[in-house]
């Protein structure tokens, strides 16, 4: 196994400390899903780097899907899962279990598991404070209890980084009428993290980034100016199950957040490597 010299670890030290200075006190919020959700050493990575983050005077917010959780609870209760446009079309039921597991189960064991590796954390959900507030997503088929955002107060979120805690959000939003409903988590990060000004949003996912021919990870585009997606989509390199993402990016850069960030969440200590280095790593867009 190669053994890292003192003199290197000095070295990685001294080129992280411009972004510590440059981040802390910052607001920086993080999308958390796909493969560093399940594999058990990736979660680790991610509950160190998220400690050692606010630690070093980051604001960390994290927010969580949850996905496959409720899709193996349906599947216990005998129900099955189904997507329309990628979203989970929600009936009556499945929103009672996906506010059971998202919530709750999913929740409650990331705070657990924040805390063991020395962090602070504080689990809310959507409905915490009024955070998200929603109306029923209007599309061409009917996908029952899915919102839409409409409105979201960050007062809950502020006081809990205020007194010393790591957010960790749940998005399920409240409607005006008493309903719930089931937002999508990178939608609902990109909103929290322009209504917080946060320097970052980082989207964790199971892809290299933004690349330009979708079957080769060499061709990855580190960097992207919103203005330039459109003409992305036309060519077609941005298709499929990136538009979605990349939308969420440009509207965060666009309501103010200073650069959004797709990052591969399947590398231990993405988040690090993207914050602390001068490499960084997935496509940022500015």
Do not use: W
């Not at 949850?66 to 609870?73: A, D, F, H, L, V």
């Not at 989970?88 to 598991?113: C, F, H, P, W, Y």
Request: some cysteine; aromatic content about 4%; glycine content about 10%.
């Amino acid at each position: 196994m190669y053994k890292i010299s003192n003199a290197d670890r000095a070295q990685v030290l001294i080129q992280a400390l411009p972004y510590i200075q440059k981040y802390s006190g910052q607001t920086i919020v993080v999308k958390y899903g796909g493969n560093a959700m399940v594999t058990p050493e990736l979660k680790d990575a991610v509950m160190s780097d998220i400690v050692l983050m606010q630690l070093v005077g980051v604001n960390v917010v994290l927010v969580h899907g949850g996905g496959p959780e409720i899709s193996e609870m349906l599947k216990k209760t005998g129900k099955e899962s189904r997507f329309a446009n990628g979203l989970r079309v929600t009936d009556k039921e499945t929103i009672d279990i996906v506010q059971m597991v998202l919530a709750g189960k999913v929740n409650k064991s990331l705070v657990q598991l924040l805390e063991q590796h020395g962090g602070k954390a504080m689990g809310l959900c959507g409905l915490d404070g009024r955070m998200l507030m929603a109306e029923k997503l209007i599309s061409s088929e009917d996908l029952g209890y899915v919102g839409e955002i409409t409105e979201v107060n960050t007062e809950v979120i502020e006081d809990t980084i205020h007194n010393g805690y790591i957010p960790i959000l749940a998005t399920v939003a409240g409607g005006y009428n008493g309903d719930v409903f089931n937002i999508n988590a990178d939608l609902a990060a990109a909103q929290i993290a322009a209504k917080l000004g946060a320097a970052k949003l980082i989207l964790m996912t199971d892809i290299r980034g933004l690349l330009r021919d979708k079957d080769d990870e060499e061709t990855l585009i580190p960097v992207v100016n919103v203005s330039d997606v459109p003409s992305l989509k036309r060519e077609g390199i941005i298709s499929g199950g990136m538009i979605p993402k990349i939308d969420c990016c440009v509207e965060a850069v666009r309501r103010g957040v200073k650069r959004a960030h797709i990052i591969d969440g399947r590398i231990a200590h993405s988040i690090l490597i993207e914050l602390f280095s001068d490499e960084g790593i997935g496509t940022m867009f500015y």
